[in-house]
Nanobody, 121 residues
């Protein structure tokens, strides 16, 4: 059993900042990639940022220069620092990890339940 707990969502005004957190727990052997996705109202779920175990990162073009993903490997926790927020950033943000539950099992994706971020004046 793998569980992801997200926090940090809320209502902010344009230009303000917010930081999301995601902690993975349970029977985890190894976490490979930790990612943040978002799903705006009426739209599909898309990748926002990802970070591998070696520290390599990847960002959607729409958030480059504004968002920063980081991780604490010892705690299996991922963070998403969101600065200069815009109304178009409004979405449900989901944490995702690619992880192995044991040495005898293959890596699989796991999802958090999501946290709502609303950017509005």
């Amino acid at each position: 059993q793998v569980q992801l707990v997200e926090s940090g969502g809320g209502l902010v005004q344009p230009g303000e900042s917010l930081r999301l957190s995601c902690t993975a727990s349970g029977s985890i052997y190894r976490v490979n990639v930790m990612s943040w996705y978002r799903q705006p109202p009426g739209k599909q779920r898309d990748l926002v940022a990802a970070i591998a175990s070696d520290g390599n990162t990847n960002y959607a073009d729409s958030v480059k220069g504004r968002f920063t993903i980081s991780r604490d490997g010892a705690k299996n926790t991922a963070y998403l620092q969101m600065n200069s927020l815009k109304p178009e950033d409004t979405a449900v943000y989901y944490c995702n990890i690619d992880a192995r539950r044991s040495i005898t099992t293959r890596s699989m994706p796991y999802w958090g339940k999501g946290t709502l971020v609303t950017v509005s004046s």
